[in-house]
Nanobody, 119 residues
């Protein structure tokens, strides 16, 4: 069973930064999709940022985080990370890591990490 463990969430003031990390229990080369979603109370889960790999790699970002968030991966640590800068109160949510196995198509979720942006 694949395990994804998120870390790095917490309480930060508006304008601050956090770096989320998602550690996989297997090589991330198995994944053709690695993404971060978030879900605020009363809202649907939304895709914040994704990194897709194949013949070429590409990243996508929600319009609300473009220019502030950066997704990256570290194959030596088997992690996918989300650097979040210039945080706003509306970024408050539980953030989830999600990956997809390139051969089976199966998707896996982490348990989520809380990010709270508040004075």
């Amino acid at each position: 069973q694949v395990q994804l463990v998120e870390s790095g969430g917490g309480l930060v003031q508006p304008g601050g930064s956090l770096r989320l990390s998602c550690a996989a229990s297997e090589s991330i080369f198995r994944y053709n999709f690695m993404g971060w979603y978030r879900q605020a109370p009363g809202n649907e889960r939304e895709l914040v940022a994704s990194l897709q790999s194949g013949s070429s790699s590409s990243t996508t970002y929600a319009d609300s985080v473009k220019g502030r968030f950066t997704i990256s991966r570290d194959s030596t640590k088997n992690t996918v990370e989300l650097q979040m800068n210039s945080l706003k109160s509306e970024d408050t949510a539980v953030y989830y890591c999600n990956v997809q196995n390139r051969w089976t198509g199966r998707r896996y979720w982490g348990q989520g990490t809380q990010v709270t942006v508040s004075l």
